[in-house]
C-alpha cells in the first residue's frame, strides 16, 4: 500500500513563530487531506488539497502531485496550535475516502 | 457545520461484555467510518459504510463488526470485549462517496477491564 511519511516527528516552537510541515507519499494520490488533533484528541480537519495551494487564517498548504510531497504552513504560531498534525492520503478511484495517514507532527508552541 | 456527534467521551466495561458505540451525523453524508488510534500506531481503519446497510472490512477489523440501519448512524460493536480492545475510537464521515473532506467526532475513550 502507499506509504505516507512525516517531517520533523517533533517540533518546538515559542510563539510567534513560522513553521513548516512536509508529508511525503510513495505514490501518486487522488486525496490528500490535512488535520489537527488538539491535547483532548479532537481531529480537525483543515485543508483538502489533492493538489495546489490553499490558505485558511494564518494557515496555508500546498500540494504538488507530480513530485508527490505536501506542505503545511503555520504563520505567526499560537499556543493554540500545539497538537499533532497529520497527512493523510488516498490513491484509489474507487474505494470513496478510504485514507491512509501519516505518523504526524507534534507540534509543542510556548507561550 | 458538519457536527458528528459520538455517543460517548469516555466509556468503561469489562471483559467479554458486548459493547455499542454510536455516531450520528447531521449532514446527510454518504460515507461514514470508524477508526481507533493507539500510541505508536497511527490511526487504523476498522470498517466504513458507502450507503444504508453496506458496510467494507478496513485494515483491523477483527473483532468488530458495524451496523448502518439509518444513513445518518453508523454503530461499531465490539462482540466480546478484550483488553487489548481498549482504545481512542473516532468516528467519521464524507459527504461524497468519492473523496472529499473527511469531518471526525469527539472520540470515544473505551477502557476494557
Known amino acids: 500500500g502507499i506509504q505516507v511519511e512525516q517531517s520533523p516527528p517533533d517540533l518546538i516552537l515559542q510563539e510567534g513563530a513560522n513553521s513548516t510541515l512536509r508529508c511525503n507519499f510513495s505514490d501518486s494520490v487522488n486525496n490528500l487531506q490535512w488535520f489537527h488533533q488538539n491535547p483532548w484528541g479532537q481531529l480537525i480537519n483543515l485543508f483538502y488539497?489533492?493538489?495546489g495551494t490553499k490558505q485558511n487564517g494564518r494557515l496555508s498548504a500546498t500540494t504538488v502531485a507530480t513530485e508527490r510531497y505536501s506542505l503545511l504552513y503555520i504563520s505567526s504560531s499560537q499556543t493554540t496550535d500545539s497538537g499533532v498534525y497529520f497527512c493523510?492520503?488516498?490513491?484509489?478511484?474507487?474505494?470513496?475516502?478510504?485514507?491512509?495517514f501519516g505518523e504526524g507532527t507534534q507540534l509543542t508552541v510556548n507561550p | 457545520d458538519v457536527k458528528v456527534t459520538q455517543s460517548s467521551r469516555y466509556l468503561v466495561k469489562r471483559t467479554g461484555e458486548k459493547v455499542f458505540l454510536e455516531c450520528v451525523q447531521d449532514m446527510d453524508h454518504e460515507n461514514m467510518f470508524w477508526y481507533r488510534q493507539d500510541p505508536g500506531l497511527g490511526l487504523r481503519l476498522i470498517y466504513f459504510?458507502?450507503?444504508?446497510?453496506?458496510?467494507e472490512k478496513g485494515d483491523i477489523p477483527e473483532g468488530y463488526s458495524v451496523s448502518r440501519e439509518k444513513k445518518e448512524r453508523f454503530s461499531l460493536i465490539l462482540e466480546s470485549a478484550s483488553t487489548n480492545q481498549t482504545s481512542m475510537y473516532l468516528c467519521a464521515s464524507t459527504r461524497v462517496r468519492l473523496f472529499g473532506p473527511q469531518h471526525f467526532g469527539d472520540g470515544t475513550r473505551l477502557s476494557i477491564l
Open positions: 493523510a492520503v488516498e490513491r484509489s478511484e474507487t474505494s470513496g475516502s478510504r485514507l491512509t
Open positions: 459504510s458507502y450507503d444504508v446497510k453496506m458496510k
Open positions: 488539497i489533492p493538489s
